[in-house]
């Protein structure tokens, strides 16, 4: 007689359930760009969408009410002049989004109550710095008002978005930078790159503290904060095009802890770990499948669950905020699935016949009030004291969101950021001048030749990048 031990778990049942299309986001024009990006975002009142746009960049706001069949005249983000590559949600302003684009620039929005009704040309904030395209936006989890973006320069910049002002740029990468992630306080920031160098940066110190060589395949690594711990997953590639999954632990950063192979798929996985619930979700890009695992830290491992089966190929996810799920359902998570015209939105519930709030699957979760100002946040530069960890709410009564706030920013840092020029050579004109049209031409001149001055000295820095990094490589590889 033989018996087989189950491994025991909250999660093991979790099962996942479409909505029809008539409650999905149907005709959507999603963006064709090759950039790997996630393509949705969303909050607890939005879906953001990258949108196909022809002459210019865009994206899509759309309510989640405002599900079916969307117009063709459907009122979009238009600021950026190049293709939209990402997007992100202020975690403490539900009204408030990024954007970064090919036109090498980040925006800022202020999104209308109820979401738009017009076309939306004016940013709230534009924020010039990078060199090359900027594929990667993500707002601070602790910090109010602080926003990262990587750029097609190798750069890392940390923005104020509120005085419109780079605080921070964090350099050291040899190729494109292909996905970021925050520790559990902010207080550190991890990036993949095509360099195959995985990274950690102390944002306090505002350098590289830990890097070691990742994922050794020529396609896309992504990775992922676990939470609380001083751990990283990542997923990626084998030398042997194999798709990967490696657990880091930044006591020991050398070698993963332990790296598990799955299959010879070629779409790019995106993760997503669910802190409260310890559970990884993985989606491959070209898959219609997306599996999920549970986390033991004891035995650092990941511990296959189950999987939503699918026969539509997936182009992107995204998922919602714990704070937005719907917990009389047991709702864990909410995923919505990019389509080639269509995002579709999939509920993962955790099956209990028990009507009354399950305190053990849905502990404390990040709320939308910031631990620490933006101000506070950059002027932390003792890299021996931790920052505040997130402010948790409840969600035994529903989570109920703050009164909604005014995003306000600086007019002038804005527009001398929007103008390309110098702070200090646009307040020479300005004083010089005092006719509107005259100013306006002056600085559009100045814009331009400081434009060309900065791609050509861009071009060159590149360049001495990509040798810097090449040795470097090399030299961690040998170690």
């Given at each position: 007689m033989s018996s087989r031990f189950v491994r025991p778990s909250k999660y093991r049942h979790v099962f996942g359930t479409p909505?029809?299309?008539?409650?999905?986001?149907?005709?959507?024009?999603?963006?064709?760009?090759?950039?790997?990006?996630?393509?949705?975002?969303?909050?607890?009142?939005?879906?953001?969408?990258?949108?196909?746009?022809?002459?210019?960049?865009?994206?899509?706001?759309?309510?989640?009410?405002?599900?079916?069949?969307?117009?063709?005249?459907?009122?979009?983000?238009?600021?950026?002049?190049?293709?939209?590559?990402?997007?992100?949600?202020?975690?403490?302003?539900?009204?408030?989004?990024?954007?970064?684009?090919?036109?090498?620039?980040?925006?800022?929005?202020?999104?209308?109550?109820?979401?738009?009704?017009?076309?939306?040309?004016?940013?709230?904030?534009?924020?010039?710095?990078?060199?090359?395209?900027?594929?990667?936006?993500?707002?601070?989890?602790?910090?109010?008002?602080?926003?990262?973006?990587?750029?097609?320069?190798?750069?890392?910049?940390?923005?104020?978005?509120?005085?419109?002002?780079?605080?921070?740029?964090?350099?050291?990468?040899?190729?494109?930078?292909?996905?970021?992630?925050?520790?559990?306080?902010?207080?550190?920031?991890?990036?993949?790159?095509?360099?195959?160098?995985?990274?950690?940066?102390?944002?306090?110190?505002?350098?590289?503290?830990?890097?070691?060589?990742?994922?050794?395949?020529?396609?896309?690594?992504?990775?992922?904060?676990?939470?609380?711990?001083?751990?990283?997953?990542?997923?990626?590639?084998?030398?042997?095009?194999?798709?990967?999954?490696?657990?880091?632990?930044?006591?020991?950063f050398k070698t993963p802890v332990k790296t598990i192979d799955l299959d010879p798929s070629s779409g790019i996985l995106m993760p997503f770990f669910d802190k409260e619930t310890s559970v990884l979700f993985l989606a491959g890009k070209g898959d219609g499948n997306i599996v999920y695992y549970e986390y033991d830290d004891a035995a650092s491992e990941l511990f296959h669950l189950s999987e939503y089966k699918s026969s539509d190929p997936q182009r992107g996810i995204g998922f919602l905020p714990k704070r937005a799920c719907n917990v009389n359902q047991n709702e864990i998570a909410r995923a919505y699935k990019v389509h080639t015209n269509m995002v579709e939105p999939i509920s993962f519930v955790v099956p209990r016949k028990a009507d009354t709030f399950q305190a053990d699957i849905f502990p404390d979760t990040p709320g939308d009030s910031p631990a620490l100002s933006a101000e506070e946040f950059f002027n932390w530069t003792d890299a021996a004291k931790p920052m505040p960890a997130p402010k948790l709410v409840s969600l035994e009564n529903g989570f109920k969101p703050t009164a909604k706030k005014e995003f306000t920013a600086s007019a002038t840092a804005n527009e001398v950021a929007a103008s390309g020029a110098p702070a200090a050579v646009v307040a020479a004109v300005a004083e010089k001048s005092k006719d509107p049209a005259e100013l306006a031409e002056a600085i559009k001149t100045l814009a331009a030749e400081n434009e060309s001055l900065k791609n050509e000295l861009a071009t060159k820095e590149l360049r001495i990048k990509q040798l810097e990094a090449q040795v470097h490589s090399l030299s961690l590889s040998a170690k």
């Open positions: 909505n029809k299309r008539d409650q999905c986001y149907d005709n959507l024009r999603v963006s064709s760009s090759a950039w790997d990006t996630n393509l949705v975002k969303v909050n607890p009142l939005f879906v953001s969408v990258n949108w196909n746009t022809v002459g210019g960049g865009g994206f899509a706001v759309l309510p989640h009410a405002q599900t079916g069949k969307q117009l063709d005249s459907l009122p979009l983000f238009n600021g950026h002049t190049a293709t939209v590559l990402d997007t992100d949600f202020h975690p403490f302003n539900d009204h408030v989004i990024a954007s970064g684009a090919e036109d090498c620039k980040v925006m800022v929005w202020k999104i209308p109550e109820g979401g738009a009704k017009e076309q939306q040309v004016n940013p709230a904030v534009t924020l010039t710095g990078h060199q090359r395209k900027v594929g990667h936006v993500l707002f601070h989890p602790t910090a109010d008002n602080v926003l990262a973006s990587a750029g097609a320069d190798f750069a890392v910049k940390l923005w104020d978005v509120e005085h419109a002002k780079e605080k921070v740029e964090l350099s050291g990468h040899g190729e494109l930078i292909q996905s970021l992630t925050y520790s559990w306080t902010g207080d550190r920031l991890a990036t993949s790159c095509k360099d195959k160098v995985l990274r950690v940066f102390d944002l306090r110190s505002r350098a590289v503290t830990l890097e070691t060589v990742g994922h050794q395949g020529i396609k896309g690594s992504r990775a992922v904060w676990l939470g609380e711990l001083d751990k990283l997953i990542t997923t990626g590639f084998s030398k042997t095009s194999e798709r990967q999954i490696s657990i880091w632990d930044l006591k020991n």
